[in-house]
């Protein structure tokens, strides 16, 4: 028998859907969680076994609207390499920091270019540096 991801991820969509299920009196439905406050909606989806902020914060700022950035592997290299966040943050200190330094009206902007400059630019092994965005803020072993 082959095991993999599979399984487990299963298992989860199946507690998320149960959580949701319960919370809402039978429907399967996110709409409760517009109502709330970004950190108690936040909270909520990450206390659903194999739901972390990313996911969460993905959910509520790419459906709802609310101001939490999801921090990817691009997101989080980028933002560390800028000095948005400190070399040793974790992912989840990555999250935190983005969501009180970054305005509002510009998370989900930011969150697109990060990515963007991420897969483009700056990969994990290398960078591009020789671009206006690096020369101005990038401050990373590969920058001259």
Not at 42 to 59: D, M, N, Q, Y
Not at 88 to 106: G, I, M
Request: proline share 5%; charged share 25%.
């Amino acid at each position: 028998r082959v095991a993999g991801l599979a399984d487990q991820k299963a298992a989860r969509i199946q507690r998320a859907l149960a959580a949701i299920r319960e919370e809402t009196g039978g429907a399967y439905s996110l709409a409760f969680l517009d109502a709330m406050a970004t950190g108690e909606a936040k909270a909520w989806l990450t206390e659903i076994k194999g739901v972390g902020p990313k996911t969460a914060s993905v959910v509520l700022n790419f459906h709802f609207g609310k101001p939490t950035m999801a921090v990817d592997t691009h997101v989080e290299r980028v933002s560390k390499r800028f000095g948005l966040v400190p070399d040793s943050a974790s992912n989840e200190a990555a999250h935190d920091r983005l969501d009180e330094l970054v305005p509002d009206e510009l998370i989900y902007p930011l969150h697109v270019l990060l990515i963007r400059h991420g897969r483009a630019r700056c990969s994990a092994r290398d960078a591009d540096c020789a671009n206006p965005v690096c020369e101005t803020y990038c401050d990373c072993e590969f920058c001259p």
